[in-house]
């Protein structure tokens, strides 16, 4: 079983007594934890660690600190990586259609390292750096997974060589391939097939004179929860296996973003108004779709919630919503709740990745603050500690 962090109900209490509602905690002891984790189930595998789930400086700078790369996709995340200090030979810019200003900068910055998936995206990035070193994205057919990156991206296997041997002609440093096989997978038969299907196009490139170097086997790691029942070790273990089989003397890197990010981070949030419409219960919350939830929308993630504890009696089913004033931003619409009233907490585990990445500050609701649990923990009276 993974370790997952979950915050105990002192530490909630006294955590929102001292900081206030919505709040958001990190565990950087957790971020270590999944980061060493796939270190020791993936071995060899070098992680570029995908920024946009959660680009929180404190997660990043432990990432760094652990010996992690990134995963980059814009200008933006570029030059926040730099103001951490982060070499540029550490990130990829994994976004297969890069904008002029992402390329500017990347230029400016000295990164070399991109992906690709189709001949304008060559004419572009060897414009901007003759002799970068680039990956071509091959799209992997993945129905099982919950968030499908295959529609957008990826090129076709057909047209892998062609697009292969282009780039190389056009003075491009062609090390390898990566794919994404969609994320918050269940099981290891995509990443199964995907290896097979890149095995297939090494070889290929092999037979045409150009000998690839790199595999990037992408994310979509799942996210362990107390409702998924996945054996993220054995899922890994498969994986492994596979690579050793197909691919003995390629350097591998992944790019997992919620698997690190996921479980670092819990949402203290408050009820702060409650009322009956049309016989049934409602509560609304102080934060919503718009803030931390927003990954309901973009991620179709399912969120856990404990409600405050001590409270009694039976369990009802209620609507939760959050605090805008538009009538979309409904959290739950159905879940089921002891009775509740204003100031009770509600406890999100698991909230780390798509969630505070994704949140806006629409209707002039700020987001939630962030506190990294190992500085505040030693401040909080009894000195208390996270159950997990
Ligand atoms: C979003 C993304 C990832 C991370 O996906 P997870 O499901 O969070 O692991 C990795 N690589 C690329 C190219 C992505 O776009």
Not at 79 to 95: D, F, K, T, W
Not at 153 to 178: H, I, N
Request: with cysteine; hydrophobic share 45%.
């Amino acid at each position: 079983m993974q370790q997952t962090f979950k915050l105990s109900w002192d530490a909630v209490e006294s955590l929102a007594s001292r900081y206030a509602t919505p709040l958001l905690v990190l565990s950087l002891e957790q971020v270590e934890y999944n980061y060493n984790f796939l270190q020791q189930h993936l071995p060899g595998v070098k992680v570029y660690y995908a920024v946009k789930s959660n680009p929180e400086p404190s997660l990043v700078k432990k990432l760094a600190q652990l010996g992690s790369s990134f995963d980059v996709a814009s200008d933006g995340e570029i030059l926040a990586l730099r103001e951490l200090g982060i070499p540029p030979e550490r990130m990829v810019y994994a976004n297969p259609v890069k904008t002029a200003r992402g390329l500017a900068v990347a230029q400016q910055t000295g990164v070399r390292q991109f992906t690709f998936d189709s001949a304008t995206e060559i004419d572009k990035i060897a414009a901007y750096l003759p002799g970068a070193t680039v990956l071509l994205r091959v799209r992997i057919d993945n129905d099982a997974s919950l968030v499908n990156l295959n529609k957008k991206f990826g090129a076709d296997a057909r047209e892998a060589l062609d697009l292969l041997l282009l780039a190389r002609q056009k003075g491009l440093d062609v090390a390898g391939l990566c794919f994404h096989v969609g994320s918050q997978n269940n099981s290891a038969a995509a990443y199964l097939d995907a290896l097979l299907a890149a095995h297939e196009i090494f070889q290929a490139a092999a037979l045409a004179g150009l000998k690839l170097r790199i595999l990037d086997i992408g994310g979509g790691f799942p996210i362990p929860t107390g409702k998924t029942n996945i054996d993220t070790m054995a899922m890994l273990k498969k994986i492994h296996q596979q690579l050793v089989a197909l691919f003995p003397n390629t350097e591998i890197w992944s790019e997992p973003g919620r698997f690190i990010s996921g479980t670092a981070m819990n949402l203290i949030t408050s009820v702060i108004g409650a009322q009956i419409r049309n016989g049934r219960q409602w509560y609304y919350l102080d934060e919503g779709l718009y803030g931390t939830f927003s990954g309901i929308l973009f991620d179709h993630w399912e969120y856990e919630m404990e409600t405050a504890r001590g409270k009694q009696g039976p369990e009802i089913e209620a609507t939760f919503a959050g605090p805008s004033c538009d009538s979309l931003d409904i959290v739950f619409p159905n879940r089921r709740t002891v009775r509740l009233e204003l100031g009770d907490l509600i406890l999100v585990p698991n909230c780390g990745a798509y969630s505070s990445a994704s949140a806006t500050t629409f209707n002039g609701f700020a987001k939630a603050a962030v506190v990294v649990w190992e500085e505040v923990k030693e401040k909080l009276q009894p000195s208390m500690a996270a159950v997990s």
